[in-house]
């Protein structure tokens, strides 16, 4: 059964007695005037019905093929089903997931008392996306996600948030055997877990770790135990919980007998002994200790997937994580907003109240917009992976965790200029204080790796699928006196078109609510400037564009300003053409979202007009080596003079 048309879906889901996509009649049937493929459009998706607990009837959309949009990006292409922000509920869903919400206590997008920790336990937030086989909930990545954004404004953000390593990597990675074991547990919330991945030696730089598990009989034997042994540092609620994720090294042999470490992903029984916690310093987050392996045995059934696949296993469950992290910081910072607000409101500074003032006004505004786009790449990115078969969306989870990180910074650096002294004191009600803010939103810089390593991640992941399709035209543009024909036509084609475009127009405008066509005109002059500045930066630098970090920092951040238009200008779209009583304030945010990205864009393309030479990193790297050779500041003292 396939549905065609925006208006046969409509009389389908009323046949049925549901509604489909939660969307309205107006909304679908733009959909079929406007030049667009909506997810509800495309021929090839077809309507699953499932029945549910309740014995009603539930329509899903079955999971389709799709190319990675990311990667896409960097060979020219756009998938303008994007554009349609993805609807993984329905109805039905939905209010049983406000259900769930309100018989945790969440009311009015808050918590009025911080749960207890039974009421989790009953609540199924240990294993939200566990099956039910398992003693889950089997939530769909969106599901979670709202759950997590509430539980993200208690003290037990960081419970849940550490427990979910352990989870995914066994719904991912684990053994049938290990699940039916470890997986009630955990998802009951009996049993608690912690990560520990980061040593003094290896934080973001996995090939510096020095944790050891070598078998305490033969070597290489399949039989006996492995013995854990190494420091782990800065691990969150480690002294709480009963289960460790660890990743160590492991021994293996080559076909000609020759040992080799590989990274493993081992799951180690706080009883097990030859633990010890060491306290540390909180600094940045909260309960963080340091914890000491000293020949902790750990079983040969306790290695998640084989001996050697750690690398593997934490990079899915890390791409998981990061996904879902833009929406607990905004669930995280949603009462300080609140609290800013209330406060600009009543606050009377000059005969006016702070809200009376132009700065002021931008300054909140600023803050929500924020926050929108954190929640909009969060609610894109778990859509695409509830709706994609086999999803590859490891550039959509890192671009998550950079954006929402740095965002998060801004929010609590603009409302505490607003709160001024009152930003500094303790609420009585929820015990909050401006160094908890401080102290989280510091820690999500670092957490699962650093934002400036990430970046590079993200160029290097695109640029290696983007190689194989400019590699010949970047080969006769870096040698012109093999290739001057060739060479003379893009010179004279450039200077032809320095006034238009020479990419295929692609009318974004035609996939989103009319009103929106000049933000739509504004993403598609990013996207054809984004693939313009991928090839000049190839054809450039060649083979050596790996080890020019800036610009690679530069390429990520538009591809990551891309990703974010796409995100708000679809969530905004939605928005409008179902009626939301916010819409306007939307397609506000939405198009200040995309004016901040378009004056990036341009700047960064400005930059690599002149580098390496011109841009503003080569004076500072420059100077970076005399401030290396000389240890410290590098600058004579103003009040210095020679006589």
Not at 25 to 40: C, D, F, I, P, Q
Not at 605 to 614: C, I, M, S, V
Request: charged share 25%.
């Amino acid at each position: 059964m396939y549905v065609r048309k925006g208006s046969q879906a409509l009389t389908l889901c009323r046949l049925l007695g549901t509604k489909f996509l939660r969307t309205s009649e107006r909304y679908l049937g733009s959909s079929v005037t406007m030049n667009n493929k909506k997810a509800w459009d495309i021929p090839e998706r077809d309507l699953v019905l499932r029945r549910s607990e309740k014995g009603s009837v539930v329509l899903d959309i079955a999971k389709v093929k799709r190319e990675p949009f990311l990667k896409g990006l960097f060979q020219d292409k756009y998938d303008k089903e994007m554009l349609a922000f993805p609807e993984v509920l329905n109805k039905e869903q939905v209010d049983d997931l406000d259900h769930k919400l309100l018989s945790l206590g969440y009311r009015d997008e808050t918590f009025q008392d911080d749960p207890a920790p039974e009421t989790l336990k009953l609540g199924g937030v240990f294993g939200l996306e566990v099956p039910d086989e398992y003693g889950g909930l089997g939530y769909t990545m969106t599901e979670a996600a709202r759950v997590l954004e509430a539980m993200a404004s208690t003290s037990h953000f960081q419970t849940t948030l550490v427990h979910n390593f352990l989870v995914q990597a066994l719904l991912q990675s684990g053994s049938d055997e290990q699940k039916r074991r470890l997986l009630p547990g955990l998802a009951s919330g009996e049993v608690t877990a912690a990560f520990c991945c980061s040593e003094q030696t290896a934080s973001s730089d996995l090939s510096g770790l020095r944790c050891t598990a070598r078998p305490d009989g033969e070597v290489g034997s399949d039989q006996g135990h492995l013995l854990l042994n190494g420091t782990k540092v800065g691990v969150a609620r480690a002294r709480s919980a009963d289960l460790l994720l660890v990743i160590a090294n492991t021994q293996d042999r080559d076909h000609l007998g020759n040992q080799f470490d590989l990274l493993s992903a081992l799951v180690v029984d706080k009883s097990a002994g030859g633990i010890t916690y060491k306290s540390c310093d909180p600094g940045l987050g909260a309960d963080l200790c340091d914890v000491e392996f000293k020949n902790t045995p750990v079983t040969a059934d306790n290695v998640i997937g084989a001996v050697g696949s750690g690398h593997s296993v934490l990079l899915g469950v890390l791409n998981h994580i990061r996904s879902l992290y833009p929406a607990q910081l905004v669930g995280f910072l949603r009462p300080l907003v609140a609290m800013t607000t209330k406060h600009c409101l009543h606050r009377q500074a000059f005969k006016n109240h702070l809200s009376d003032f132009g700065l002021t006004k931008a300054a909140i505004a600023s803050v929500n917009r924020d926050m929108y786009i954190m929640e909009s790449l969060t609610y894109i990115t778990t859509g695409l992976v509830d709706l994609t078969q086999e999803p590859d969306y490891v550039l959509e989870a890192a671009v998550c965790k950079v954006v929402s990180s740095e965002l998060a910074q801004n929010i609590v650096d603009r409302c505490l200029r607003l709160l001024g002294d009152r930003g500094y004191y303790r609420r009585e009600e929820t015990g909050d204080t401006a160094e908890r803010y401080l102290k989280e939103t510091r820690a999500a810089l670092r957490f699962t790796g650093s934002n400036e390593l990430l970046r590079l991640f993200i160029a290097l992941g695109g640029l290696q699928e983007a190689t194989p399709m400019y590699a010949e035209e970047v080969t006769k543009m870096r040698n012109p006196m093999l290739f001057p024909v060739h060479v003379l036509k893009r010179l004279v084609g450039g200077m032809r078109n320095k006034a238009r475009s020479s990419h295929t127009p692609l009318h974004l405008y035609g996939c989103l609510h009319p009103s929106l066509k000049v933000q739509a005109d504004e993403l598609e002059e990013c996207v054809h400037r984004f693939a313009d500045l991928t090839l000049e930066a190839l054809e450039r630098f060649g083979a050596d564009l790996m080890n020019q970090q800036p610009v690679l920092t530069w390429l990520a951040e538009n591809v990551s300003d891309i990703y974010v238009v796409t995100a708000v200008l679809a969530r905004a779209s939605r928005s409008y053409c179902i009626g939301l009583r916010d819409a306007e304030t939307e397609i506000a945010l939405a198009t200040s979202a995309v004016q901040v990205a378009s004056e990036r864009m341009q700047r960064n393309a400005g930059y690599l007009d002149r580098a390496p030479f011109g841009s503003p990193d080569s004076p500072l790297i420059k100077a970076a080596d005399i401030v290396l050779e000389r240890g410290g500041y590098a600058s004579s003292h103003s009040l210095q003079r020679t006589y």
